[in-house]
DNA sequence: CCGTATCCAACAGGATACTG
DNA sequence: CAGTATCCTGTTGGATACGG
């Protein structure tokens, strides 16, 4: 009876997508795929939030070593907006030499569920895509 | 029970981020949320694949028309990656005008569910954020 | 240690004009 | 109609130097 769950699957998707398309209340430049990729479309945003949720709270330096490839300018860029955004917590304490230390909050946190769904999609799906890929590729000599 | 329920998320979380920062057979630079953002976001991939789950099979200018604020360039090179990517089918009518059509693969589909699930969480989370982001700016006087 | 300030290169993507 | 081709601008983000 897979089929069956198929087609439950797609009702359920059309269903969710005319919400968004026909929603008379919201106004029309309001669209939430568009604010996802302008606040977390970034390079950086989400895997702050991914190192975050496996390290819990973290420092500043040990933040970037873990980053692969970030610099000290992006990541303070990354994690004043993702503050900013209340996605995380900064605390500052008073020491020499001085400690900050960052936290999911729970709004965070539930970000971070969504993107594992989609880490996990990109996971899934990886095999399939690069063989699209090459097929594509080849098709064009 | 509201704890149980939470806490049995959270335990769920850990057990999923750990996939990804101990899969041994993984090699060091490969990283499904970096892939998901080099390939999809962009400015208008998953707008693009939204349109075309709503919509169905659409022809070109169509799909222009759904797409506020997209170019023609820019409506072209999209649709090529995406259809590089096996996430959509071009399929060409030799007519005089000429006739495309797009269409979501499974694939495709399978990605749709994804960006609905985060399209969700956003309007979801929106008035918590845009409320942090007042109170984040208002402490900066 | 944890930033900020400044400069700069690369690239995404918009505008426009042209074609099978 | 459904694209290319070309040009051009704005933004992202890297490198480097400095500061509390």
Chains 1, 2 share one sequence.
Not at 52 to 68: A, H, Q
Not at 75 to 85: A, F, I, N
Not at 107 to 129: C, F, N, R, Y
Request: charged share 30%; with cysteine.
């Amino acid at each position: 009876m897979e089929v069956t769950i198929a087609d439950n699957q797609l009702i359920d998707l059309q269903k969710k997508l005319k919400v968004f398309f026909t929603d008379e209340e919201r106004p029309h430049e309001f669209c939430p795929v568009r604010d996802i990729m302008d606040r977390f479309g970034d390079k950086w945003s989400l895997l702050a939030i991914l190192n975050l949720g496996y390290s819990g709270k973290t420092r500043f330096n040990e933040l970037k070593g873990k980053i692969e490839g970030i610099s000290q300018r992006m990541l303070t860029v990354t994690l004043r907006s993702l503050e900013r955004d209340g996605l995380l917590t900064r605390k500052i304490y008073a020491e020499v030499p001085p400690r900050v230390e960052y936290e999911l909050t729970s709004l965070g946190k539930s970000l971070l569920q969504q993107i594992l769904e989609l880490a996990q999609w990109s996971s899934g799906s990886m095999d399939e895509i690069v063989k699209a890929r090459m097929e594509y590729d080849s098709r064009l000599q």
